[in-house]
């Protein structure tokens, strides 16, 4: 049988997926002219290798904030091995023992939600939480209360009714149209204020209520928010901000959906970005992290008031959650995660992460002071963002193609790092970490002092 050994020159492999494999977020005309498509060929702790044999030391957790725990986790390989020998698959319509146990350490850590609904994408994670606000304001709002508010700059996945929730334009330009029913409100982003005002987080929530008020109460049956918005800029909500969005919820009965794909299971140096600020949602959904990518898996937490408003009639057929996700049945997923969470627990990643993220902020910020382009640091945790500006008295964004420049020579010195985009209305141009919740003050070092180098040979 033909498989991986047959590949004797790692050349062929580039060729095999120059001629044939599609790439994410990639203009493809390069790779006709001399360039070659980057190919990934290992990755061990923070380190990853390329067909050519360069060392880089990853910055971004896998280019999109998901290897938390690192790469070459033997035991979570050998956890999905062992588990994909003895059961490998059934759909979700019936349960699995990993995914059992897995939804039960979940919870555990979680206090206030309850049930978890298995899929396999962050995209299909959020899908699910509008069709069950859909679904409730059916059967408990008369039809009514069927909007689904999202913010500014907040992203929730890729899906044609999750691009109609992406507050951030580029992104859904040339999909629509769109389904109806989804509307935005404004950022909460203090470093370019929306009001001249003192208590900018509360501000920035009554914005929320100002919309909620404008499309009418009754209309309105969920919020979805990121804790810390990830691509539009690494956003901190301001002092404040959180407990007024739960009030705003509670006084308007809206379901408060939070999207945790990025910031989730440890990302921030707590379980979960929500737990900072003391709400308690209604939703909660998770991807990437959740297994470190060593398996596709998401999950759909909810509260038992959101579980029981699906099992108010069992006489009604249309009564249940009338969903199914075919890979929400993997049990690769729920064993995966299982590892990566004793993982975290065993070598005290939170705590790490809280340390580590303190330090890599103050890094940051002798870097301000160092260099004027960055008129901005911010961020949680291991979850940071430098914002490159062109001048800091204006706050005008920098030219994308030297913010794509600094991305670039930090590649070429060893050191993948990424960086928000791009220079259409409303976005910024922020440079972007997210490196493993093992880092090191040796690897942090190595990381910044890459940016600063960058830095000086694109800006001067």
């Known amino acids: 049988m033909e498989g991986l050994d047959r590949f004797n020159d790692i050349s062929e492999v580039v060729e095999a997926d120059r001629a044939h494999v599609w ?24 380190k990853v290798w390329d067909a050519k044999g360069k060392e880089h030391i990853d910055a971004v957790s896998g280019g999109v904030w998901t290897v938390n725990v690192g790469y070459g986790r033997e035991s979570i390989a050998n956890a999905v091995r062992d588990q994909l020998i003895k059961m490998n698959y059934f759909a979700g319509a019936a349960g699995s023992v990993p995914g059992s146990i897995f939804a039960q350490r979940l919870i555990e850590k979680m206090p206030g939600m309850s049930r978890v609904y298995y899929s396999n994408s962050g995209s299909e994670a959020n899908e699910k939480v509008y069709k069950m606000v859909r679904q409730i304001a059916h059967r408990h709002h008369g039809g009514k209360k069927w909007k689904i508010l999202y913010r500014d700059r907040d992203y929730h996945g890729t899906t044609i009714a999750a691009l109609a929730s992406a507050g951030q334009d580029q992104r859904a330009m040339q999909y629509g149209p769109f389904p109806d029913g989804f509307v935005r409100v404004p950022h909460c982003l203090e470093y370019r204020k929306q009001w001249d005002v003192e208590n900018y987080g509360e501000r920035a929530a ?52 939070i999207d945790e794909v990025v910031c989730g299971v440890g990302r921030t140096g707590t379980w979960f970005g929500y737990q900072h600020y003391g709400i308690q949602p209604d939703f909660v959904t998770m991807a990437k992290g959740v297994a470190s990518g060593y398996a596709a898996i998401s999950c759909t937490v909810t509260t038992e008031r959101v579980f029981d408003m699906f099992k108010d009639d069992p006489t009604d057929p249309m009564s249940y959650f009338r969903d199914i996700s075919t890979f929400g049945g993997c049990t690769s997923g729920p064993a995966a995660a299982l590892e990566n969470m004793n993982i975290i627990e065993r070598e005290g990643l939170l705590e790490n992460t809280v340390k580590m993220g303190d330090y890599c902020l103050s890094n940051l910020q002798a870097l301000m002071e160092k ?72 690897d942090i070092d190595h990381i910044t002092g890459a940016i600063d180098a960058a830095l000086t040979r694109v800006f001067g």
Request: include cysteine; proline fraction near 5%; charge should be negative.
């Open 371 to 442: 260099h004027k382009v960055i008129g901005d640091v911010r961020g949680k945790g291991l979850f940071l963002g430098a914002e490159l500006v062109a001048d800091r008295a204006t706050k005008e964004a920098a030219d994308e193609k030297k913010v794509q420049a600094v991305v670039a020579d930090c590649m070429a010195q060893g050191v993948i790092i990424g960086a928000t985009n791009r220079s259409l209305p409303g976005l910024n141009n922020t440079l972007c970490l997210s490196p493993a919740l093992i880092a090191t003050k040796d």
């Open 206 to 257: 009554d914005a929320i209520e100002e919309v909620i008020l404008r499309e009418g109460p009754d209309t309105v049956g969920c919020l979805i928010l990121e804790p810390v918005t990830a691509g539009g800029g690494v956003i901190v909500p301001p002092k404040g901000y959180w407990e007024r969005v739960q009030e705003i919820c509670k006084k308007y009965d809206i379901l408060l959906a």
């Open 23 to 46: 790439h994410h977020l990639s203009q493809h005309k390069q790779y006709e002219t001399g360039v070659d498509p980057r190919v990934i060929v290992e990755g061990k702790g923070m």
